[in-house]
């Protein structure tokens, strides 16, 4: 049997999953209401949160995004298992 | 471009081996209200429609495509270990004899995928009126496998896409509301 | 966000509607005397007002599938087997 996840990593990987879901409600809601300040602030906000879990993330369990978007350690481990439909 | 994100939108859990299940999923796949006929669909329309709602299609064409990769998983989990007797058992004989136990993009009765299932009218309200209609139609979709699922940890992720489709639909709305608004109109005179 | 809801809710809607459909002394299954259909929020909104109240935190969003509680809309019926008026 291959390696298996951590329990924290289904801890971690819902939690961005929160805040990138954050993310996709206020980016669909701003595309009609470009002009609520409130929105755009709440949005930029949670990007950044959005980032700083990504790099906790990446840090504890590879590469989160293909074609440079993140860094890879030695070996190249992007293509490591698990894929999302596996896990 | 496109980079891929190595995560799910939404965690998707199955609770048993049921591929069952998953011939009927399938219908959110390949179907004529499926996720890749939405996706495909807006990502196609996005080119001709007026530039003020360009972002709608673009950003729900990209979340279908997560949303597809979420069906996706689901119907891979439900059938991963299944013995040909069970795929059997499960109305899927026909499609393990052409496709063991890969995906495929047809609906549940096996209808493969077509083009015909989707339009690009270049009319923006014909277009949004469609796309408001096939997140409807996708809605009732999952209501109706909810209906037919026992397995809980599958509903919580099917709960999750019924409700964005309706957050889609209402997007599509006010899509409708910013084209059809007059100030629009006014504004281009006056700038012309 | 603030809890602050500019958006006034006009009225509050029913999540799902209900009719009875004629039943024949003939109709082999038994019938179903009530019948339901979804009547979701984004039928009423139409355009979403600004500075509607969010979820709590943002795996509460997640999990209900949406940012917003009044976006929020329960399959199946919670009250489903109960009578309606």
């Known amino acids: ?87 | 471009m496109y980079y891929y994100e190595k995560k799910l939108q939404y965690p998707v859990r199955v609770s048993t081996c049921n591929p069952m299940l998953a011939k009927f999923l399938i219908e959110q796949y390949g179907g004529a209200d499926g996720e890749l006929a939405a996706a495909l669909r807006y990502m196609n329309q996005r080119y001709t429609i007026p530039d003020k709602v360009i972002g709608v299609l673009n950003d729900i064409a990209t979340e279908e495509f997560s949303h597809l990769e979420m069906i996706a998983t689901m119907v891979y989990k439900l059938t991963k270990d299944a013995s040909p007797e069970q795929m059997k058992a499960a109305g899927l004989g026909d499609h393990y004899a052409n496709h063991d136990r890969a995906l495929f993009y047809h609906d549940a009765s096996g209808v493969p995928w077509t083009a015909a299932y989707i339009q690009a009218k270049g009319d923006p309200i014909a277009d949004l009126y469609e796309d408001i209609a096939a997140e409807e139609k996708a809605r009732a979709t999952y209501q109706w496998l909810i209906d037919m699922s026992d397995d809980p940890d599958l509903n919580d992720a099917l709960k999750f896409l019924r409700e964005r489709e309706i957050v889609h639909s209402l997007r599509f709305r006010e899509a409708v509301e910013i084209i059809k608004d007059d100030r629009n109109t006014k504004k281009i005179f006056k700038l012309g | 966000m603030s809890d602050a809801n500019i958006g006034k809710e006009d009225y509050m809607h029913s999540q799902f509607k209900y009719w009875k459909p004629y039943v024949s002394p003939f109709d082999p299954c038994k019938p179903i005397l009530v019948k339901s259909y979804s009547t979701p929020p984004q039928l009423y909104m139409n355009f979403q007002p600004i500075g509607l109240a969010q979820f709590q935190s943002p795996i509460q969003a997640l999990k209900h599938g949406t940012l917003w509680p009044q976006l929020y809309s329960p399959y199946p019926d919670p009250h489903k087997g109960v009578k309606p008026k």
């Open chain 1, 1 to 87: 049997m291959s390696k298996q996840m951590p329990p924290e990593y289904y801890q971690c990987l819902e939690e961005l999953q929160a805040i990138d879901f954050v993310l996709v409600e206020l980016n669909l809601y701003l595309n009609t209401h470009p002009t609520d300040l409130e929105a755009i602030k709440q949005f930029n906000e949670t990007a950044q949160k959005s980032m700083q879990l990504k790099h906790n993330f990446e840090q504890q369990f590879g590469p989160l995004m293909n074609f440079g978007r993140s860094y890879s350690s030695y070996p190249w481990d992007w293509d490591d298992t698990p894929w999302p439909w596996q896990v």
